[in-house]
């Protein structure tokens, strides 16, 4: 149960009725709000005078979901925004990993042609085998922090694990967790105290219902600046790397108040299917897409088979644009 109580009232009398009924605690700017388990579906009686608002669930999908707020979040990246009106389908690209000053330059000037704003490249990759490369570390996040000075980019990369949370944190402009990390509860709270834009990738054998149970433990930390992204589920087949789920995506825009942005990229595993897949992905009026690009693929260090070239990726992004004028929308 989420529950309102109004703001004229003192923290720590709100905290005491909070401790008394087991429940989270977030103060916001109008209101304070406590938030119990999906089983609680009465009121408190120590409440029943006070309480200005108070919604009952059947899940413990509460802040994330419509039926608390019927809206979708907006989310604020620099001066632009996605969610909100919904009228902005944001292009998130860049290569799988940041790998030399060089290549992740050629990104940036790819980029700044093209007018995208958000840069995404990994520092600390996980990787399914230990023998592979892992990124640069730091000295990435440093190459990407010179990058975001000199072309003006807002820099989205991954914080894969609590060695280097801090790190990634100071440096990023939007937090990505990925898919093997978004069961990671001391991330998922690191990246709620942030305060900054966070990017929740979807595991691939996650269930809708625990993925946005994920996006409410980030926004039960005060953040609510919280944008899906779906990348793909494990399932029988094995001829692409992964299943996209566009039924899970039509499932979160129908119940799930936070933007979605879809990764063709992981999901496809191959450079032949992305344009497709993006196109698609346009035509079903998501939040944003996350592509995977690189200035020479076949020397890439991690993902080299489905990155598009930039000849592809410019030919691909061109085609998106009848796609989102035809359904009222604008990339950004
Ligand atoms: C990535 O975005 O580069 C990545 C590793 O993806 P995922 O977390 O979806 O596997
Ligand atoms: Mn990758």
Same mark, same amino acid.
């Given at each position: 149960m989420i529950i309102h109580l109004p703001k004229n009232m003192s923290c720590t009398q709100v905290q005491e009725l909070a401790n008394n009924i087991g429940a989270l605690c977030l103060e916001q700017a109008e209101q304070f709000v406590l938030i119990t388990n999906h089983m609680t579906k009465q009121l408190p009686t120590d409440l029943k005078d006070i309480a200005l608002q108070h919604w009952i669930f059947d899940s413990d999908m509460q802040l994330s979901s419509r039926q608390y707020l019927a809206e979708t979040h907006r989310i604020t990246l620099g001066d632009i925004y996605i969610g @909100?009106?919904?009228k902005n389908q944001l292009m998130i690209a860049g290569p799988c990993a940041v790998e030399s000053r060089e290549q992740i330059e050629q990104s940036c000037q790819m980029l700044q042609q093209q007018g995208i704003r958000v840069l995404r490249a990994g520092c600390y990759k996980p990787r399914t085998?230990?023998?592979?490369f892992r990124g640069l570390g730091e000295d990435g996040l440093k190459l990407l922090a010179e990058m975001r000075d000199k072309y003006g980019v807002l820099i989205a990369t991954e914080m894969?694990?609590?060695?280097?949370a801090d790190k990634v944190i100071e440096y990023a402009d939007i937090i990505q967790i990925g898919a093997k990390s978004m069961y990671d509860h001391g991330l998922l709270a690191a990246a709620g105290k942030s305060g900054k834009p966070v990017i929740l990738k979807r595991g691939f054998g996650t269930t809708l219902q625990e993925f946005v149970n994920c996006a409410d433990f980030i926004m039960s930390? @005060?953040?609510?600046q919280v944008i899906l992204c779906e990348r793909g589920i494990r399932s029988f087949e094995t001829n692409t790397r992964f299943t996209l789920d566009l039924c899970g995506v039509a499932w979160l825009k129908e119940h799930c108040n936070l933007p979605i942005i879809i990764d063709p990229s992981h999901a496809m595993?191959?450079?032949?299917?992305i344009g497709d897949l993006a196109r698609a992905c346009t035509a079903m009026g998501v939040d944003g897409l996350l592509i995977e690009t690189h200035p020479n693929p076949t020397c890439a260090q991690s993902d080299s088979a489905q990155q598009l070239d930039h000849q592809q990726f410019v030919h691909m992004y061109a085609s998106l644009q009848p796609i989102a004028n035809a359904i009222g929308k604008k990339l950004v």
């Open positions: @909100g009106d919904r085998s230990p023998y592979t894969r694990d609590a060695t280097h930390c @005060g953040n609510d595993g191959y450079a032949y299917g």
